[in-house]
C-alpha cells in the first residue's frame, strides 16, 4: 500500500510499453505504463529548519516543488522561489482499474532531466498501469522526443592526474585498477571494484558546459589543502567540516558538490580547458578517500548518470551490479551527509 507523501520517480526508472525511459512523446492515453527502482521522498523530515504541525506539513508540502528542481539540477536562487515553479502545468494520470495516480512532469532547464512527481500517493513498482489521461504541451512533447535530453548527463569522477592515496603512496587516479587498494577515512584500506574513464572533447565541453571541469587551486582551504592543482567534476563531492555545519545539519562533516563551492578565487569553473578526461573510482561501498591531499568521495552509482559512462565501463558496471540501472541506492547509503544546492549555499552564508 501506498504511502501519502509527496515522490518522485526519475524518468530512467520509467518504461513505455516496455521501452525503458522512452521518449516523451510515445506517451499517449492508453499505452501501457510502469516504473521500477525505488522512490525518492521530498516532503520528508530532511529539510535544515524542522516543522511540525499543521503549518509544518504545509511548509514541507510547498517546498516539494522546490526540492524535485534541485534533485533535477536547478540552481539555488530558482529553488528558493516561487515565482518560476518547476511544476508546470503538465501531468500523467496512471490506472491499474482499481485505483488511478496523477503526476506531474518537470523537466529541468538546465539539464533536460525529466521526473515526475506524485503527490499524496503513488502507484506501485513493477506493476502495469494504463495512462489514462494526459495534459501535455506539444512544443515540450516535441523538445523532448529525443531519449538523450530525458536523461541526465552528471558526472561524479576526477580529472586525469589526480593522486589518490594507497597503501603504498600517491598514485595518480587513471592508473588505479580493479584490485588495487586505496585508503579510505573511515575503513582504512579499501579495494577498487571498478574503474571507469571518460574523455571529455573541447566541443563536447562546450555543447555541455554544465560538464565542465571545476579547478580547485592548491591551499583552497588551508595550507596544502589541496598540495596541488584538483581537477573534478562540478558534481564531484567534497568533505566540508566546520561548526556551521553542526548547527544546521547536526553533523560537523557534510559533503559538498564542488559547483558549489566555487568563489572565483581559489576554486573557478574551468572553461579554458580545451578537453578533459574524467575517472571513476568504485569501492565496496561510499567512502571519503583523498585527492592531492584533501577529502572527497569515491564513486556512487545514485549520483551519476549511467548514460554519461563510456558504453564498455557501463556495461562492466552493470555485470558487477546488476540492479544498478533499476535501483543504484542498493549500493548502500551515503559516507556524509550530500548537500542539495540551496543547503550548501545556506552553509557557505553561515561560514
Same mark, same amino acid.
Given at each position: 500500500?501506498?504511502? &501519502?507523501?509527496?515522490?518522485?520517480?526519475?524518468?530512467?526508472?520509467?518504461? *513505455? /510499453? %516496455?521501452?525503458?525511459?522512452?521518449?516523451? &512523446?510515445?506517451?499517449?492515453?492508453?499505452?501501457?505504463? !510502469?516504473?521500477?527502482?525505488?522512490?525518492?521522498?521530498?516532503?520528508?523530515?530532511?529539510?535544515?529548519? @524542522?516543522?511540525?504541525?499543521?503549518?509544518?506539513?504545509?511548509?514541507?508540502?510547498?517546498?516539494?516543488?522546490?526540492?524535485?528542481?534541485?534533485?533535477?539540477?536547478? %540552481?539555488?536562487?530558482?529553488?528558493?522561489?516561487?515565482?518560476?515553479?518547476?511544476?508546470?502545468? @503538465?501531468?500523467?494520470?496512471?490506472?491499474?482499474?482499481?485505483? =488511478?495516480?496523477?503526476?506531474?512532469?518537470?523537466?529541468?532547464?538546465?539539464?533536460?532531466?525529466?521526473?515526475?512527481?506524485?503527490?499524496?500517493?503513488?502507484?506501485?513498482?513493477?506493476?502495469?498501469?494504463?495512462?489514462?489521461?494526459?495534459? #501535455?504541451? /506539444?512544443?515540450?512533447?516535441?523538445? #523532448? =522526443?529525443?531519449?538523450?535530453?530525458?536523461?541526465?548527463?552528471?558526472?561524479?569522477?576526477? %580529472?586525469?592526474?589526480?593522486?589518490?592515496?594507497?597503501?603504498?603512496?600517491?598514485?595518480?587516479?587513471?592508473?588505479?585498477?580493479? %584490485?588495487?587498494?586505496?585508503?579510505? !577515512?573511515?575503513?582504512?584500506?579499501?579495494?577498487?571494484?571498478?574503474?571507469?574513464?571518460?574523455?571529455?572533447?573541447?566541443?563536447?565541453?562546450?555543447?555541455?558546459?554544465?560538464?565542465?571541469?571545476?579547478?580547485?587551486?592548491?591551499?583552497?582551504?588551508?595550507?596544502?589543502?589541496?598540495?596541488?592543482?584538483? *581537477?573534478? =567534476?562540478?558534481?564531484?563531492?567534497?568533505?566540508?567540516?566546520?561548526?556551521?555545519?553542526?548547527? $544546521?545539519?547536526?553533523?560537523?562533516?557534510?559533503?559538498?558538490?564542488?559547483?558549489? #563551492?566555487?568563489?572565483?578565487?581559489?576554486?573557478?569553473?574551468?572553461?579554458?580547458?580545451?578537453?578533459?578526461?574524467?575517472?571513476? *573510482?568504485? #569501492?565496496?561501498?561510499?567512502?571519503?578517500?583523498?585527492?592531492? +591531499? *584533501?577529502?572527497?568521495?569515491?564513486?556512487?552509482?545514485?549520483?551519476?548518470?549511467?548514460?554519461?559512462?563510456?558504453? +564498455?565501463?557501463?556495461?562492466?558496471?552493470?555485470?558487477?551490479?546488476?540492479?544498478?540501472?533499476?535501483?543504484?541506492?542498493?549500493?548502500?547509503?551515503?559516507? !556524509?551527509?550530500?548537500?542539495?544546492? =540551496?543547503?550548501?549555499?545556506? $552553509?557557505?552564508?553561515?561560514?
Amino acid at each position: 500500500m501506498a504511502i &501519502a507523501g509527496a515522490y518522485v520517480v526519475h524518468w530512467g526508472q520509467t518504461l *513505455i /510499453e %516496455g521501452v525503458r525511459a522512452a521518449p516523451l &512523446a510515445d506517451l499517449a492515453v492508453g499505452v501501457v505504463w !510502469r516504473w521500477t527502482g525505488e522512490l525518492t521522498r521530498i516532503d520528508g523530515p530532511h529539510s535544515v529548519l @524542522q516543522l511540525t504541525g499543521a503549518e509544518g506539513d504545509a511548509q514541507l508540502r510547498r517546498g516539494a516543488a522546490g526540492r524535485a528542481g534541485r534533485l533535477i539540477g536547478e %540552481g539555488a536562487r530558482q529553488a528558493h522561489t516561487e515565482r518560476a515553479p518547476l511544476m508546470a502545468d @503538465q501531468s500523467i494520470t496512471v490506472s491499474d482499474g482499481k485505483s =488511478s495516480h496523477t503526476a506531474r512532469i518537470i523537466r529541468s532547464t538546465v539539464t533536460g532531466q525529466l521526473m515526475l512527481c506524485f503527490d499524496r500517493d503513488h502507484p506501485l513498482s513493477d506493476q502495469d498501469y494504463w495512462v489514462i489521461k494526459l495534459t #501535455l504541451d /506539444e512544443t515540450d512533447r516535441s523538445a #523532448l =522526443s529525443s531519449p538523450s535530453n530525458e536523461r541526465p548527463a552528471g558526472v561524479i569522477c576526477f %580529472g586525469a592526474g589526480t593522486r589518490i592515496d594507497t597503501p603504498m603512496g600517491p598514485r595518480l587516479v587513471e592508473a588505479l585498477q580493479p %584490485g588495487d587498494f586505496v585508503m579510505t !577515512r573511515d575503513s582504512g584500506p579499501q579495494e577498487v571494484l571498478w574503474t571507469g574513464s571518460r574523455r571529455m572533447s573541447g566541443a563536447r565541453l562546450f555543447a555541455m558546459p554544465h560538464l565542465r571541469p571545476v579547478r580547485i587551486h592548491a591551499s583552497a582551504f588551508g595550507k596544502d589543502r589541496p598540495d596541488d592543482t584538483l *581537477i573534478v =567534476s562540478p558534481e564531484h563531492r567534497l568533505l566540508v567540516q566546520g561548526d556551521a555545519a553542526r548547527a $544546521l545539519f547536526n553533523t560537523t562533516e557534510v559533503m559538498v558538490q564542488a559547483r558549489d #563551492l566555487v568563489n572565483d578565487r581559489t576554486i573557478i569553473c574551468a572553461p579554458d580547458m580545451k578537453e578533459v578526461t574524467y575517472v571513476h *573510482i568504485l #569501492l565496496g561501498r561510499h567512502e571519503v578517500i583523498w585527492a592531492n +591531499g *584533501i577529502e572527497c568521495e569515491s564513486f556512487h552509482p545514485a549520483t551519476a548518470s549511467m548514460d554519461a559512462l563510456d558504453q +564498455g565501463d557501463r556495461m562492466a558496471l552493470e555485470q558487477l551490479l546488476p540492479w544498478v540501472g533499476d535501483a543504484p541506492m542498493r549500493y548502500g547509503e551515503f559516507a !556524509r551527509r550530500p548537500l542539495s544546492r =540551496s543547503e550548501a549555499a545556506i $552553509l557557505a552564508y553561515e561560514t
